[in-house]
C-alpha cells in the first residue's frame, strides 16, 4: 500500500507546490450540511472562514453555533462580517456584541466604517475585544463610496496602521459582492493593480486580503500578485476552482509565468 499513487505525489511530480493557507471563503446562509461538506474537502486550503453578513443572527441559534463549532473542529477560526459590528456600535451595543461573538465560539471579529462612522476609537474596540478573547480585522473601504482614487487609498492606508497599531491582526480590502464600482474596481469591473500595490506595499501580503466575490476578480488578483495572495468573501463552492488556478491547474491560470508549475528539476 505504500507504493499505491496518491494525489500529493502526482502534484509533486507535475511541478505544483504544497502552498499555506490563504483562502478566507465566506458562508453567506448555506445550510449546515453544505458548509459541514466544504469544510472536510476543502479545510487544508482555508485560512479562515467568514459567517458572513448577519444571517447567523437569525438563523436557527443552533445550527449558527453548530457552524462555528465545525470550523473549530477543522482548526479554522471562525470570523463574524463586518455589518454586524457597524450596526453595534450604532445602536450602543457593542459590548453585548462582543459577549455574544465569543460566547458563540468566533475566534475573531471584523470591524469597519462601510456604511457607518465609528463613534469608538480602534483602542477601545481592541480593548473590548481583547477582554472576551476575540481577534480582530479591520475592512478598509466604504461599501457605498464608488472606487478607490489615490487619496482615498492614502487616507485608508493612514486608518489601517492605526487598527493594526491599536493590535488589529488583518486587514481587509473592500470589494462588497460584485467587485464592480467599488474599492479597486471602477464601474466597469476593471482592477487598478497600482492601487493593490500600494496596500501591499504598506501592509505586506501576510497582513492585507482582498476581497475577491466573483471569478474576475479572483483570477485577476491572484494574476497580479501570484499564489501567496490572500482572498476573501470566495463562495463555499468556489473554493475547490480558486484554488486549483492559484496551483496553474486552471487551463487560464497555465501559462501565467507566476502561477503555472514548474517542471521538476527546472
Not at 17 to 28: E, G
Not at 163 to 189: N, P
Not at 196 to 207: K, P, S, V, Y
Request: one cysteine or more; glycine letters at 10%.
Amino acid at each position: 500500500m505504500t507504493d499505491r499513487p496518491n494525489l500529493r505525489d502526482y502534484l509533486h511530480r507535475i511541478g505544483v507546490p504544497d502552498l499555506p493557507a490563504t483562502l478566507a471563503p465566506f458562508d453567506p446562509g448555506d445550510d449546515l450540511a453544505s458548509l459541514e461538506g466544504h469544510l472536510q474537502q476543502s479545510s487544508h486550503m482555508i485560512k479562515s472562514l467568514k459567517i458572513s453578513m448577519a444571517c447567523w443572527m437569525i438563523a436557527d441559534e443552533g445550527v449558527s453555533r453548530s457552524k462555528v463549532a465545525a470550523a473549530r473542529r477543522h482548526g479554522i477560526p471562525a470570523v463574524t462580517g463586518g455589518g454586524p459590528f457597524e450596526v453595534a456600535v450604532a445602536q450602543g451595543e457593542l459590548p453585548a456584541y462582543l459577549d455574544l461573538c465569543a460566547d458563540m465560539g468566533f475566534s475573531a471579529i471584523e470591524a469597519g466604517e462601510g456604511f457607518s462612522d465609528l463613534t469608538v476609537t480602534a483602542e477601545e474596540v481592541m480593548a473590548m475585544a481583547s477582554e472576551r478573547g476575540l481577534e480582530v480585522q479591520f475592512e478598509l473601504g466604504k461599501k457605498h463610496g464608488g472606487a478607490f482614487t489615490q487619496d482615498t487609498v492614502s487616507a485608508l492606508l493612514d486608518q489601517g496602521r492605526r487598527w493594526l497599531d491599536a493590535g488589529a491582526k488583518q486587514v481587509v480590502v473592500e470589494a462588497r459582492e460584485s467587485a464592480q464600482g467599488v474599492g479597486l474596481f471602477d464601474d466597469d469591473g476593471n482592477f487598478n493593480g497600482q492601487l493593490a500595490d500600494r496596500f501591499a506595499d504598506a501592509f505586506g501580503l501576510d497582513t492585507v486580503i482582498y476581497e475577491a466575490p466573483n471569478k474576475p476578480s479572483q483570477f485577476t488578483l491572484m494574476n497580479h500578485f501570484g499564489p501567496l495572495v490572500q482572498l476573501c468573501n470566495v463562495r463555499l463552492e468556489e473554493i475547490l476552482r480558486v484554488e486549483i488556478y492559484r496551483r496553474g491547474l486552471h487551463s487560464d491560470a497555465f501559462d501565467k509565468p507566476n502561477l503555472r508549475p514548474r517542471k521538476p528539476g527546472a
